[in-house]
């Protein structure tokens, strides 16, 4: 048909079908995409162009476009399919326009493969949902807010982070509610405001119950039109553990290092004092306790045996004593220490031992526990100047699994400030000249050498709590 010359070179495949639906033309992009030569397609009924399930209907639809044919487009709002020669079937839209003709009424029908299309919205849907499962089974947390704090999304990870049920209820949140100082938010805003990502940084968060966590936080700045910032899409790791971990490797190479130095110098001092010892013995067994100088011979007698529990200590301190460790029942350990207990102790201060039986056995050298409950009746008897208990209990730890020491004094407690730093080395809450800070010291290189961990709890004039853990044997 010369009037439908110029449709040849269309893009797309267009038929021209009369009111019973035959086809009277098809342009070369129809046998291409319909896989039929043209003059198979010619007088050939549309019907047999779309699948065999919908024909019936599409026959229907046909006949009541014709009724009132109109200029329309089809497939934007449901999917449709061409048939081809050999069964295949493939995505169209349809463009339908009416044409008057001599003949009668004609439509034309422009169609378009829409294959490329659909594989690549598929390949998107398939990103898309890779994507989404990938930030949801995260294990760090993945969130993205507006500059204001709004939380547009957040991953499952971010909500266990930080201690919430509900994905919803963080949603309902500002992100600076998260920060332990709202202000350090504002200034990571305008510190990165001009960046297109951040940097990995740490910052101080809280969980729902107010527990405050180290995060380490790192992502991109998302921008509006004109290139300003307009939602920030982050990653969140609580890095709390890993902080922590790192402390103590910090505080252990200290006391590593403290402790060799105190070693050198406890060796060279306990030498000094196996002399000067040795020496007033001598001279003490020549006089009479009526010489004027036995006093003062006792007294410096005295002083040198409490210099040898200084030593003692920083032989401890200093690991010089490896010890070795049996399996030893805690019970029966303390009581045979009740009579040493309470020769320690002063006129005032009452000890108490107490027992619950029966328990598993410890791994830990006698000598080393002895040293271990010693020094902390020193310690409490140095807290209770004016009287008071001291309270040494067994017991077993609430999991079962490990044997408990408590020591427990009235004294006038430790302030909390100072808690931190009650194991350090040298550090000592008496006045000057009272003592030199390696008692409690060496009671924690102690426990630490035999398995064990050592906490402690105090307040201000309502005493201290001493809790050691050892694992059962």
Same mark, same amino acid.
């Given at each position: 048909?010369?009037?439908?010359?110029?449709?040849?070179?269309?893009?797309?495949?267009?038929?021209?079908?009369?009111?019973?639906?035959?086809?009277?033309?098809?342009?070369?992009?129809?046998?291409?995409?319909?896989?039929?030569?043209?003059?198979?397609? #010619?007088?050939?009924?549309?019907?047999? *162009? =779309?699948?065999?399930? &919908? /024909?019936?209907?599409?026959? +229907?639809? !046909?006949?009541?476009?014709?009724?009132?044919?109109?200029?329309?487009?089809?497939?934007?709002?449901?999917?449709?399919?061409?048939?081809?020669?050999?069964?295949?079937?493939?995505?169209?839209?349809?463009?339908?326009?009416? #044409?008057?003709?001599?003949?009668?009424? *004609? =439509?034309?029908?422009? &169609? /378009?493969?829409?294959?490329? +299309?659909? !594989?690549?919205?598929?390949?998107?849907?398939?990103?898309?949902?890779?994507?989404?499962?990938?930030?949801?089974?995260?294990?760090?947390?993945?969130?993205?807010?507006?500059?204001?704090?709004?939380?547009?999304?957040?991953?499952?990870?971010?909500?266990?982070?930080?201690?919430?049920?509900?994905?919803?209820?963080?949603?309902?949140?500002?992100?600076?509610?998260?920060?332990?100082?709202?202000?350090?938010?504002?200034?990571?805003?305008?510190?990165?405001?001009?960046?297109?990502?951040?940097?990995?940084?740490?910052?101080?968060?809280?969980?729902?119950?107010?527990?405050?966590?180290?995060?380490?936080?790192?992502?991109?700045?998302?921008?509006?039109?004109?290139?300003?910032?307009?939602?920030?899409?982050?990653?969140?790791?609580?890095?709390?553990?890993?902080?922590?971990?790192?402390?103590?490797?910090?505080?252990?190479?200290?006391?590593?290092?403290?402790?060799?130095?105190?070693?050198?110098?406890?060796?060279?001092?306990?030498?000094?004092?196996?002399?000067?010892?040795?020496?007033?013995?001598?001279?003490?067994?020549?006089?009479?306790?009526?010489?004027?100088?036995?006093?003062?011979?006792?007294?410096?007698?005295?002083?040198?045996?409490?210099?040898?529990?200084?030593?003692?200590?920083?032989?401890?301190?200093?690991?010089?004593?490896?010890?070795?460790?049996?399996?030893?029942?805690?019970?029966?350990?303390?009581?045979?220490?009740?009579?040493?207990?309470?020769?320690?102790?002063?006129?005032?201060?009452?000890?108490?031992?107490?027992?619950?039986?029966?328990?598993?056995?410890?791994?830990?050298?006698?000598?080393?526990?002895?040293?271990?409950?010693?020094?902390?009746?020193?310690?409490?008897?140095?807290?209770?100047?004016?009287?008071?208990?001291?309270?040494?209990?067994?017991?077993?730890?609430?999991?079962?699994?490990?044997?408990?020491?408590?020591?427990?004094?009235?004294?006038?407690?430790?302030?909390?400030?100072?808690?931190?730093?009650?194991?350090?080395?040298?550090?000592?809450?008496?006045?000057?000249?009272?003592?030199?800070?390696?008692?409690?010291?060496?009671?924690?290189?102690?426990?630490?050498?035999?398995?064990?961990?050592?906490?402690?709890?105090?307040?201000?004039?309502?005493?201290?709590?001493?809790?050691?853990?050892?694992?059962?044997?």
């Amino acid at each position: 048909m010369k009037d439908f010359e110029l449709l040849e070179s269309a893009p797309d495949a267009m038929l021209i079908a009369n009111g019973d639906g035959r086809v009277v033309f098809a342009n070369r992009q129809a046998e291409h995409l319909f896989g039929y030569a043209r003059h198979e397609l #010619l007088s050939q009924s549309v019907d047999t *162009l =779309v699948p065999l399930r &919908v /024909r019936a209907a599409h026959r +229907r639809h !046909r006949q009541t476009y014709m009724t009132a044919a109109r200029t329309r487009s089809m497939g934007a709002a449901f999917d449709l399919f061409a048939c081809r020669k050999d069964g295949t079937e493939i995505p169209v839209e349809i463009s339908l326009s009416p #044409l008057d003709s001599k003949d009668g009424p *004609l =439509v034309v029908a422009a &169609v /378009r493969d829409i294959s490329d +299309r659909k !594989r690549a919205e598929q390949a998107l849907r398939d990103s898309e949902s890779r994507y989404a499962s990938l930030v949801r089974g995260a294990t760090y947390g993945i969130y993205r807010t507006t500059l204001d704090g709004r939380f547009l999304d957040v991953n499952p990870a971010l909500v266990s982070m930080l201690g919430y049920s509900h994905e919803a209820d963080l949603l309902d949140l500002n992100a600076a509610e998260m920060y332990v100082d709202a202000g350090d938010r504002v200034r990571l805003i305008e510190r990165y405001r001009t960046s297109h990502i951040v940097p990995p940084i740490e910052a101080q968060w809280k969980r729902r119950d107010g527990r405050p966590i180290v995060v380490r936080l790192s992502g991109r700045i998302l921008r509006n039109e004109v290139g300003g910032p307009n939602a920030f899409e982050m990653i969140a790791e609580d890095v709390t553990d890993r902080r922590i971990a790192e402390e103590r490797l910090r505080t252990a190479e200290k006391l590593e290092a403290v402790a060799r130095l105190t070693a050198g110098v406890a060796h060279n001092f306990n030498n000094l004092l196996a002399v000067l010892v040795g020496s007033l013995e001598l001279i003490r067994a020549q006089i009479t306790p009526e010489s004027p100088v036995h006093h003062d011979l006792v007294n410096a007698l005295d002083a040198a045996r409490k210099a040898s529990v200084v030593v003692k200590n920083m032989l401890e301190f200093g690991k010089e004593a490896e010890g070795s460790p049996v399996p030893l029942d805690l019970n029966q350990a303390l009581e045979a220490l009740a009579p040493l207990l309470n020769s320690w102790g002063m006129e005032n201060i009452s000890v108490v031992v107490q027992t619950t039986a029966p328990l598993p056995k410890v791994l830990i050298d006698p000598t080393q526990l002895e040293a271990i409950v010693v020094s902390l009746l020193v310690n409490a008897r140095d807290a209770m100047p004016n009287g008071g208990t001291f309270t040494i209990a067994s017991s077993l730890d609430p999991t079962g699994d490990r044997v408990r020491l408590t020591a427990t004094d009235t004294g006038a407690g430790i302030d909390e400030a100072v808690l931190p730093r009650i194991f350090d080395p040298f550090f000592t809450t008496r006045e000057l000249g009272q003592g030199v800070g390696l008692g409690l010291s060496a009671v924690h290189g102690l426990v630490k050498r035999s398995g064990g961990t050592i906490t402690v709890q105090s307040q201000r004039n309502r005493g201290t709590v001493f809790t050691i853990d050892w694992p059962a044997v």
